[in-house]
């Protein structure tokens, strides 16, 4: 949502480095995520749609209702063009070459309180949304500005009323300490639930006021990951996600550049892909993918400020997804901000679906973008050391 206050944005090249390419990392092994192996395909929601009295657009989260083969796409409209929502997508795709060919809006609900009400005008800021099988979460960034805090909470499908709610931690938010917190805008923005349906994550998108600074172009910012435990309905869990910096020169104004952790997509409980945004005035927007892990990460929720206090931390660690140039060349790159896993292809990959956040400008698309990623390999398939190692590796994070 950041973007509508730069008009000069619309006169912009859009440009993208993605993973391996710009940082010239070994791609991780072959039962990881290594690569995006196809473009599927791009389809456009006219800019400016309306659907049942709502514009579409401000899609900042998608997520997959794989039941009905339909997707959830969540609008950042914090009230000021038309009522919280999100949006019910269906895309379509071309017979056995399964290319995406179009996708349509089929349906909108909003985003209520539990009684039923819209919120206050400006009170949120939807970002991500996760599919449950039966409901979704919702996170919102808040608006710090005006006194209200980020939120993580469950909607119905069927009327969009709040359900529950789940507690944010104290180090994100302080009425009383305005040096606490997260930042206007930077902050719960992605969202992600794990396969088995136990597990939530989100994450700020740079660090916290009293972490450290925000994504500048010499270096990147420590964000957190937070780890919920649906079970309990409590935060489990904090990891340290250090992003990049932002792709761009230190000669222009950084008032126009940032580079934020946008959304995140769990693989399992301990592996989660990870899209970064970076825009600058002379890159015009940057794209990166990493795949996580967990596995060897510190738990930073007893740490109230990582000010200085770095050391002794492992963060979490991120291996550049590749998308191989001849790839990258088929896409126009925007400002992606949402993902989610699709169907599995008939040739057994599977798809990762993409979404561009036009922030209602009236010339920027909203896109969704399809790509296919290589299956990973079933365990008879690798070769016996890796299985040994992969087993020693299991054994050992189970035993600490």
Known sequence: MWLQKFSIMTILPLT??????EVGITPPSPDRIKELTSFLGAARIPTGLVFEETEVGGLSGITYNPQKDVYYAVSDSQGDRGYARFYTLKLHWKDEAFRLEAVEVIGVTPILDPNGEAFPLYSLDPEGIAFTGETVWISSEGNMAAGY????????????RQLTQLPIPEQLFSRDNPNIGVRNNLATESLTLTPDGKTLFTATENALIQDGPAATVNQGSPSRMIRYNLQTGLADGQFLYMTEAIAGSSLLSETLQLNGLVELLAVSERRLLALERSFSLDRGFVIRLFEVSLTEATDIGSVDSLHNQLEGITPVRKTPVLIPPEIQAEVIWDNLEGMTFGPILPDGRRSL???SDNNFHPLLPTQIIAWAIAPELSDSAKPSVQRLWEWLGKFFDFRG
């Open 149 to 160: 805090p980020p939120f993580i909470k469950e909607f119905s499908l069927e009327s969009g």
């Open 16 to 21: 993208v480095t993605v993973g391996l390419i």
């Open 353 to 355: 679906i993409m979404v």
